[in-house]
């Protein structure tokens, strides 16, 4: 594990925090709408270029009682860039957050969750803590729900971060059915912030592994 990764604690409850990378895409109303009827609440790391192409969907996530956070403005990987680009980019993107929701972001999850010491360092200047992921359903790769769904519930144990994108349609199609399992087998589903609560420390790297 990196040296500066800290585990997340496995609760006693099992509890499980659903996130989506890349949005808002064209499909982000139709998964607020699934998530809503079944009174589930996510994580929603923002596409900054997109926040500003959609600002209303942004706002309705936040309505709704997700947890937003920044995913940079063009996803670049962070690794390859200079401290004031790596600025630049977060800059831009909480600003635009805060213009459609007037919330101050302090969650961040690299693009590729390329991270290193020196993004850790200045994510942390920021008052920003960065987040990754347990189980990764792979919908960036394969497309399908189906495989989406079987890569979720293979992962998911209590605690889990689970890494998902809006923007694609078969994630979307996916999402109903996993939330259905695991709520038949008893889960909660938490935001990250609500998972992770007062662990949350600028500068941290949170995972489990």
Same mark, same amino acid.
């Given at each position: ?64 009682? +997700?947890?937003?956070?920044? +995913? ?92 998902? +994108? ?44």
């Amino acid at each position: 594990m990196h040296e500066d990764a800290t585990d997340t604690q496995v609760p006693d409850e099992p509890v499980v925090a659903l996130t989506f990378d890349d949005g808002p895409g064209p499909h982000t109303r139709r998964l607020l709408d699934e998530l809503a009827a079944r009174s589930v609440r996510a994580t929603f790391f923002l596409w900054g270029e997109h926040v500003a192409a959609d600002p209303a969907t942004v706002r309705a996530t936040h309505e709704a009682g +997700h947890a937003l956070g920044n +995913h940079s403005w063009t996803h670049p990987d962070l690794t390859t860039l200079s401290a004031d680009e790596v600025g630049e980019q977060l800059d831009r993107t909480a600003a635009a957050i805060h213009a459609a929701t007037g919330v101050t972001t302090h969650l961040f999850r690299p693009p590729f969750g390329a991270i290193d010491d020196q993004l850790l360092r200045l994510v942390g200047a920021r008052g920003d803590a960065a987040i990754l992921w347990d189980v990764d359903t792979r919908d960036w790769d394969h497309g399908d729900a189906t495989a989406t769904a079987a890569h979720a519930l293979a992962g998911i144990t209590p605690g889990s971060i689970v890494l998902m +994108h809006d923007p694609l349609v078969s994630t979307v199609d996916a999402v109903p059915g996993i939330v259905d399992v695991l709520l038949a087998q008893g889960y909660t589903f938490v935001t990250v912030p609500e998972l992770l609560g007062d662990a949350l420390t600028p500068g941290g790297r949170y995972e489990r592994r």
